[in-house]
């Protein structure tokens, strides 16, 4: 059984820091490329970051872009995304997300390309 669990949301004062983990179990974290994703109310899913298989190469949404660091350890099974700078509009529930693959290069932000969810993690950012 499957299963990819975030932690390490809550709140925190425009400025901080966070940092996201995604534990995964039931299959071998090493084939599969991961994303981060984060959800507001009446919004749609917005790709946050994504890394390739190995960790070779990283992509990031340009509200993002400087200020979060996505990065793999595939001995535990984890990925983590490090948040720095943290804005009020960076406050949303935070996916992580995985999807198959072969290419050592590939990464996407695309939602629907994702085959395996978790379950979300809240990060509030608020004075």
């Known amino acids: 059984q499957w299963q990819l669990v975030e932690s390490g949301g809550g709140l925190v004062q425009p400025g901080g820091s966070l940092t996201l983990s995604c534990a995964v179990s039931?299959?071998?974290?090493?084939?599969?490329?991961m994303g981060w994703f984060r959800q507001v109310p009446g919004k749609e899913r917005e790709g946050v970051s994504a890394?390739?298989?190995?960790?070779?190469?990283?992509d990031y949404a340009d509200s993002v872009k400087g200020r979060f660091t996505i990065s793999r350890d595939d001995a535990k099974n984890t990925v983590y995304l490090q948040m720095n700078s943290l804005k009020p509009e960076d406050t949303a529930v935070y996916y992580c997300?995985?999807?198959?693959?072969?290419?050592?290069?590939?990464?996407?932000?695309?939602?629907?390309?994702?085959?395996?969810w978790g379950r979300g993690t809240q990060v509030t950012v608020s004075s």
């Open positions: 890394i390739s298989i190995f960790g070779g190469r990283t």
């Open positions: 997300a995985a999807h198959y693959s072969t290419r050592s290069s590939y990464t996407s932000l695309a939602a629907s390309d994702y085959d395996y």
């Open positions: 039931g299959f071998s974290l090493d084939s599969y490329s």
